[in-house]
């Protein structure tokens, strides 16, 4: 069974940190780009980060650059998501995908996770 399990969301005020994982389970992320998204209520799903397993790139949206930064472990299969001095309006549910693609980012992913919430207190 092909699973994405996302954890280590939780509350924090502004300021603090937090650091989400990604683990994949019944395949690896060799020849993957994995990627963090985050849904805010009533608001649509926006792109945070992604990681290109074969060539080490990151992105980043211009609003978490200097604040997120997306690194992998992959002989443990768990890709992370560091996010420092985060606001109010980075609260969302975040979910991590994994899509097929050894050199870029996609717009589409395959695979996704179940979601963990953060929410920041101002």
């Known amino acids: 069974d092909v699973q994405l399990q996302a954890s280590g969301g939780g509350w924090v005020q502004a300021g603090g940190s937090l650091r989400l994982s990604c683990t994949a389970s019944?395949?690896?992320?060799?020849?993957?780009?994995i990627a963090w998204f985050r849904q805010a209520p009533g608001k649509e799903r926006e792109g945070v980060s992604c990681i290109v397993n074969r060539n080490g790139n990151t992105y980043y949206a211009e609003f978490v650059k200097g604040r997120f930064t997306i690194s992998g472990d992959f002989a443990k299969n768990t890709i992370y998501l560091q996010m420092n001095n985060l606001k109010p309006e980075d609260t969302a549910v975040y979910y991590c995908?994994?899509?097929?693609?050894?050199?870029?980012?996609?717009?589409?992913?395959?695979?996704w996770g179940q979601g963990t919430q953060v929410t920041v207190s101002s």
């Open positions: 995908a994994a899509d097929k693609m050894p050199n870029s980012c996609p717009l589409e992913y395959d695979y």
């Open positions: 019944g395949f690896t992320f060799d020849g993957y780009a």
